[in-house]
């Protein structure tokens, strides 16, 4: 279990809603590169989340809440693999369909399958139930504090 500190926003019947702060892996670092400037650019907005429980919190309270290692595993491979490997794969498709004389030349039959690819991929991540972030639900972990 991934665990993260959040604070309680707002108390329903059976859930909590709570805010997190998004954390930079170079966040502290004082350069001037590309990602510490994403960083700043993208960090300052909190994440909030809904979180069914029945533990007494009030706002304010700092709590831990907490992901499953696979289910993170999983939306990482949904999110970034998926994409590369239908990428590489429509451009490899594309190439070998361009050699058998479909395309012009064999780097635009690369480049066509690849966007056919990775647009294919991207619209069944927007549109197939079973390959969204279903199991991905943080859970009430324990209080901190008030």
Known sequence: MI?????????????????????SACGSCAGGCSTSLVARLLGGKPLRLRIATEARVAP???VIIGVEE?????????MYLFPLFSLIGGALLGKLLAAQGLSATAEAGSIAGGLVGLGLTLVLLKYCPSLQRQNLHPVFIRRISR
């Open 3 to 23: 665990e993260e500190e959040a604070i309680v926003t707002q108390v329903e019947e059976h859930a909590i809603w709570v805010e997190k702060f998004r954390k």
């Open 60 to 62: 304010g309270d700092r």
């Open 70 to 78: 696979g289910a993170l595993l999983a939306g990482s491979f949904r």
